[in-house]
C-alpha cells in the first residue's frame, strides 16, 4: 500500500473525505506551464484557503538543471493562490530529495524531471514535453490526514524501538583523534558501539556513558592516549540558524585515540516522512499498514469530536500494535539462545 491509497482508506474510514484534498497536478496545456485538475483547500496559519482547478499556471523560474540528471521540483500554493516552483537539488542517479517548502505557502504536489545526454531543463522556460526530458507527477495531500498518518507513525516509533529502524554505520577515528561526526540521519539512540583494529583484526565494544565520566576518568586530551574505550554525544553549538535545523551529532572518545581505529555505530533512525513523491512507501505502509490506520484514526480524534468508534478503534490499535510487538521480540531472537533483555516494552 502505498501513502496515497492509506490516505484515501483513513479518509473512509473516518468518514471524512473533507479532511483531504489533492491538487492532481499535470502538465498544462500551454507551452512551459502546470494545471492543478482538483479545485484544492488549505490551511495557511490556521485559516482556510481554497484555489480552483486551472490550466496553463505559468512555472516558476528557476536555475538550469545539467544533462544527464534527475532532479524533484516542489509544487506549492500560497493564501493568493499563487502558484510556486522549487527546483530541488539535482543528482546523477535517481536519489534526489525535495526541497523545502517556502514559507507561508503549503505543498500541493510535485514533479520529478530526468535529462537525457545533452539535454537541460530550465522551469519557466523549457516545456514539461521537451524532447530528452522525462517528467513525473506526484500528488500530495494539502489537508489534514497525511498528517493524521505521520503523527501514527512518530508516535509509535517514539515508544518503541523496531527492527526496521536499526541502521549501522562505520567512521574513521584518526591517530590522536577523540571525535568523529558519524552522522545517522534520523538519529534516535544509539544500540551499541564497536572499535575496530584494522591491523589486528581485533573488536571490542565501548561503553556509551555520559561526559562526566569520560572526562574524570581521561581527562588530557594529548597525554591520555590507547585504545578508545568510553564513547558519548557532545552536544554541539548550532551553526545553522535555519529554524528546527538539527546540528550534526558529535560522538567523542575517550582515551585519545593511539593509533587509527574504525568505529562502527549501531543505532535506531525514525523512518523517513511519507511524502508523496520521494518516500510514497515504507516499512509501515508495507508491513503494518493496519497499525498506522487504527492510529490515525485516532489521531483524527478532534475532528470527530465524541464519536462512538473512538473506543472501537483505540483496542484495535493496542491489540495491533501488541501483536505487532510479539512478533517483533520473537523474529529479533529467533533461532538463537534466548536473551533476557529485549528494546520492546509492552
Not at 524533484?72 to 526541497?99: H, I
Not at 545526454?117 to 521537451?130: P, Q, R, V
Not at 558519548?232 to 546540528?247: G, M, R
Not at 518516500?279 to 480524534?301: F, H, R
Request: charged share 20%; aromatic share 12%; glycine share 4%.
Amino acid at each position: 500500500m502505498n501513502f496515497i491509497e492509506l490516505i484515501n482508506k483513513v479518509a473512509v474510514t473516518i468518514g471524512r473525505t473533507d479532511l483531504t484534498s489533492n491538487a492532481l497536478i499535470a502538465e498544462g496545456t500551454s507551452a512551459n506551464t502546470l494545471k492543478i485538475t482538483n479545485t484544492i483547500y488549505y490551511d495557511i496559519w490556521g485559516t482556510r484557503y481554497s484555489k480552483a482547478a486551472a490550466d496553463n499556471i505559468a512555472m516558476t523560474a528557476c536555475a538550469a538543471q545539467a544533462a544527464t540528471t534527475y532532479c524533484f521540483y516542489l509544487v506549492s500554493v500560497d493564501s493568493s493562490g499563487s502558484v510556486t516552483v522549487t527546483k530541488g537539488t539535482e543528482s546523477t542517479s535517481d536519489d534526489c530529495v525535495l526541497p523545502a517548502c517556502p514559507s507561508a505557502q503549503v505543498a500541493i504536489g510535485a514533479f520529478k524531471i530526468y535529462t537525457a545526454a545533452a539535454t537541460t531543463f530550465t522551469s519557466g522556460t523549457d516545456d514539461l514535453s521537451k524532447t530528452g526530458v522525462t517528467d513525473t507527477y506526484y500528488d500530495m495531500d494539502c489537508l489534514y490526514v497525511a498528517d493524521f498518518i505521520r503523527s501514527a507513525i512518530k508516535k509509535l516509533e517514539r515508544q518503541y524501538n523496531f527492527r526496521h529502524m536499526k541502521v549501522n554505520i562505520t567512521g574513521s577515528l584518526a591517530s590522536a583523534g577523540y571525535t568523529v561526526a558519524a552522522t545517522v540521519t534520523d538519529y534516535k539512540r544509539l544500540i551499541a558501539a564497536f572499535c575496530l583494529n584494522a591491523t589486528t583484526g581485533y573488536r571490542w565494544e565501548l561503553e556509551k556513558t555520559s561526559i562526566r565520566k569520560a572526562l574524570n576518568a581521561y581527562p588530557d586530551y594529548t597525554d591520555d592516549t590507547g585504545p578508545p574505550k568510553f564513547i558519548c554525544e557532545v552536544p554541539t553549538a548550532e551553526t545553522d540558524l535555519t529554524p528546527d535545523i538539527s546540528p550534526t551529532p558529535i560522538w567523542l572518545f575517550r582515551p585519545t585515540a593511539d593509533q587509527a581505529y574504525t568505529i562502527e555505530l549501531w543505532a535506531y533512525q525514525y523512518t523517513p516522512v511519507l511524502d508523496g513523491a520521494r518516500y510514497t512507501t515504507n516499512w509501515w505502509t508495507q508491513n503494518a499498514w493496519e497499525v498506522i490506520l487504527y492510529g490515525a484514526c485516532l489521531e483524527a480524534e478532534t475532528f470527530l469530536i465524541n464519536d462512538s468508534r473512538i473506543g472501537l478503534w483505540k483496542a484495535l490499535y493496542e491489540e495491533a500494535v501488541k501483536k505487532l510487538i510479539e512478533t517483533e521480540i520473537d523474529e529479533e531472537f529467533m533461532g538463537s539462545p534466548q536473551e533476557v533483555i529485549s528494546d520492546y516494552t509492552v
